[in-house]
């Protein structure tokens, strides 16, 4: 009997957690820009196999123009300042800088706006779009989650946070250098909090 209860215990818990998810009906439809202190954009690759580096970007923008009621009608447009990336390593940060790289000097911008966004789940989704890099625009698809969409505790205003990640080869747009030593294959990672104000 203790073992049957227990069982039922497990498969109750089970049944919570897969019908827990987040959902847009607490927050309104409308324009949602960029929390600039919890937004991340870093993508990561393989160097030679020895290790997995985690390189990002220190200013970029985004605009979500939401329709809580209808996902798919959504859309969102990014800009990043390429010349803000960040490796941590300053002679690094020069080499990706310069023409062997993203060239942001001739190319100050990448950006993504999307085209189609689709329900994958209760709380998942794709958002295709053309993600552009040195001036060659590719259609890409991020795997996205809502994390969170709620009134916002401090801020006091509807806000809304995802996660998403795509991959992508950098050899695509120009960033070939070192393939295939060093990887070709690059994934980017996105977590953003997004206030309706």
Excluded: W
Aim: glycine share 6%.
């Amino acid at each position: 009997m203790k073992k049957f209860a227990r069982t039922a215990y497990v498969l109750a818990c089970m049944a919570l957690t897969a019908t827990a998810h987040a959902d847009l009906s607490d927050v309104p439809s409308g324009k949602y820009s960029l929390d600039l202190s919890h937004a991340y954009i870093t993508f990561s690759y393989s160097h030679m196999g020895f290790s997995t580096p985690n390189i990002g970007f220190r200013d970029f923008d985004a605009s979500l123009m939401l329709d809580s009621d209808r996902l798919e009608n959504s859309s969102i447009e990014v800009v990043i300042n390429a010349d803000s990336i960040e490796s941590l390593k300053d002679d690094f940060n020069g080499h990706l800088k310069s023409g062997d790289f993203f060239d942001t000097g001739n190319f100050p911008q990448a950006t993504f706006s999307s085209t189609k966004i689709e329900s994958t789940g209760a709380d998942t989704f794709n958002v295709t779009g053309n993600l552009t890099i040195k001036d060659v625009t590719k259609p890409v698809t991020l795997a996205a989650t809502l994390n969170k969409a709620a009134m916002h505790p401090m801020q006091k205003v509807p806000t809304v946070g995802f996660s998403a990640q795509t991959t992508i080869m950098r050899s695509d747009f120009g960033l070939d250098r070192y393939v295939p030593n060093v990887g070709d294959e690059v994934t980017i990672h996105v977590t953003v909090e997004m206030l309706q104000k």
